[in-house]
């Protein structure tokens, strides 16, 4: 991979007592990218989404952002750099309404204190405004206008999953983490998720990284694709590299897991 | 402009209440209604730390004792003596009181605020019970120092602090802790104690500092209750340790939770509830306690989610809920 490199980690460790649940890894992200991270329960995905997210800091290792460690920096800092993420078990802030919920991401960009909120002030009103307008935007692009005023706890669950990515985008992040966005979703609720992957993809200039066990959504989507296992990197390549790799299908256990891969091209 | 009118209208209003109420109320109806406003700025003040952040603090009362002893020290040394000063160069008294009771509770507020920050930056790492028993234990120590202290009158209690407090006061204070508290839930700010409440974690990785906005929450909330137990000094000149036990600081959680945590209205409505309930039930003498607590526990039983829930109070709310009531096909 060469050009303008966005997210890098490099040989980066995490210990958790005995457990190395990331072990010397090592992965770059290139500007633009839609790079799909896979592996068996407990390979230790999301705790790589904790890592570049700040929730914990690498025992060994740097992860650079834009060419700037992030490393051991608190996760709202990093978020403010331009890295958002959702969650693989929804997060949402279930009694606010879903037009506040993706306020509350653009919360970073505002530029009024708050004796500016608590005096109403003119740039109060403004920045408010703007704040209004792109989570109208972001519902519109989603496909939630209808639900803005409805707690977040009422939305069915795939309006929920789709809340969580335009909360994500509220924050105007230059790299996305998905982890696992299509959990739970039926087969055409999932197509249409790949769809909105790709379109908020190009509309908002993103960088993907895409945590997802639907291996029909990754083979589908990714142009490279990452296989963690025990933490360690065991494989890295286009998708038909990783349908046919062999460590990959030992990883997955086999026959069962091999049908599921070759089932997504 | 509508916002100078609105506060004109207020200050308008409050000097009109002010001038009329000890006429119209007898004395101990009077009482109650300043002590109903003290209780109202306690009860949302705290709904700013336990209700829009969901952080459990039960140390309130310590804040309130820091407040009222701070700002009576400060008037019984200082302001009594520029009022003499004052009175002496002939400005009329009213005024001079209210430049030096102003000043009294702004730093009895300053006061408990920075009891607040010291407080809250370490324990706002903690959660849930942790926190509770970090501010539990704050507000025992502040009690037992003052209850120790022979120049704040130990337990013998402070007397002689200068009764500057009429309703005016008590009103102004009232308005402002409602008016900061409606002004942030609807903004960016409010929105980030409301998502600390909701998922602290998502709150976090979407950029809200949430250690900030807790100490936040914690200053502002100590302010407002130091404001209010300066009100309560200058109001009964005169203050006791055990006015500030424990048991203050739960009375004002109740009034939080009954009136539904997160909603402001609801916390005026409940602390006038509470104020007014044991008064209510003097009758039954003996039974009065056990009758207020049987109530508590049937309010909390029949509507957990408190009097208003997550609601406020509006015209808007009120005229909607009319409509609907009587066009339900318009």
């Known amino acids: 991979m060469t050009g303008d490199v966005l997210l890098e980690l490099d040989h980066v460790t995490i210990q958790f007592g005995g457990l190395k649940a ?193 291996m029909r959504v990754v083979m589908g989507i990714c142009r490279r694709i990452a296989v963690l296992d025990y933490g360690v990197r065991i494989a890295e390549g286009t998708p038909g590299q990783i349908r046919t790799d062999p460590r990959v299908i030992e990883a997955y256990l086999g026959e069962e897991v091999h049908a599921d891969l070759g089932a997504g091209g | ?150 120049a704040v009158g130990a337990s013998r209690g402070l007397p002689g602090i200068p009764g500057w407090v009429n309703f005016f006061w008590v009103g102004l204070g009232v308005a402002a802790v409602i008016f900061l508290s409606l002004n942030l839930a609807r903004s960016t700010h409010g929105r980030a104690l409301f998502a600390i409440r909701d998922d602290e974690v998502a709150a976090e990785a979407l950029g809200v500092d949430t250690t900030s906005y807790k100490v936040l929450a914690f200053v502002l909330g100590a302010f407002f209750a130091g404001v209010a137990g300066g009100l309560f000094a200058h109001y009964l000149s005169y203050l006791n340790p055990n006015s500030f036990t424990f048991l203050k600081s739960i009375e004002v959680i109740a009034m939080v939770v009954l009136g539904g945590l997160g909603s402001v209205s609801g916390a005026v409505l409940a602390a006038v509830v509470l104020t007014l309930l044991p008064e209510v039930l003097r009758p039954v003498k003996d039974y009065r306690m056990v009758l207020y607590s049987f109530m508590l526990i049937v309010l909390m039983i029949t509507r957990p989610q408190g009097l208003l829930g997550n609601r406020e109070l509006s015209l808007a709310w009120l005229t909607r809920r009319r409509r609907r009531a009587g066009a339900p096909s318009a």
């Open chain 1, 22 to 214: 990331v072990a010397d890894l090592t992965l770059q992200i290139g500007r633009g990218e839609l790079v799909g991270l896979i592996g068996p329960n407990g390979a230790g995905k999301t705790t790589v989404f904790n890592l570049v997210t700040g929730v914990y800091a690498p025992t060994v290792g740097r992860i650079l952002f834009e060419g700037r460690p992030i490393q051991g920096m608190k996760p709202h800092a990093i978020a403010r750099r331009g890295i958002t993420r959702t969650f693989q078990n929804i997060r949402l802030f279930a009694s606010r309404c879903c037009r506040d919920n993706v306020c509350i991401a653009a919360h970073q960009h505002a530029r009024a204190g708050l004796a500016d909120a608590v005096l109403r002030t003119r740039r109060f009103e403004d920045d408010e405004r703007d704040i209004q307008r792109r989570a109208g935007e972001l519902l519109e692009i989603l496909g939630l206008s209808a639900w803005a005023d409805t707690p977040a706890a009422e939305l069915p669950y795939g309006q929920q999953r789709r809340l969580e990515i335009a909360r994500a985008l509220a924050g105007r992040p230059r790299l996305l983490l998905l982890d696992e966005p299509a959990a739970g979703l039926n087969p055409q609720e999932s197509d249409q998720l790949m769809h909105l992957i790709e379109d908020i993809r190009q509309r908002f200039h993103l960088t993907i990284l895409l945590i997802e066990h639907d």
């Open chain 2, 1 to 150: 402009m509508r916002r100078t009118l609105w506060l004109a209208g207020v200050l308008v209003v409050l000097v009109a209440l002010n001038v009329t109420l000890p006429q119209l109320l007898n004395p101990y109806l009077f009482q109650m209604v300043v002590l109903c406003g003290i209780n109202v700025i306690l009860a949302v003040s705290l709904n700013l730390v336990n209700g829009f952040t969901g952080q459990f603090s039960i140390g309130h009362a310590g804040f309130m004792a820091l407040g009222a002893y701070g700002s009576a020290m400060f008037s019984l040394h200082v302001g009594q003596g520029w009022v003499a000063a004052l009175e002496a160069a002939h400005v009329p008294g009213v005024v001079a009181q209210g430049f030096a009771l102003l000043l009294a509770l702004l730093l009895g507020g300053l006061l408990s605020a920075l009891a607040g920050y010291l407080v809250g930056l370490p324990s706002l790492r903690l959660r849930g019970d942790y926190l509770a028993i970090v501010t539990l234990g704050f507000g025992e120590i502040i009690r037992v120092i003052i209850t120790n202290v022979d």
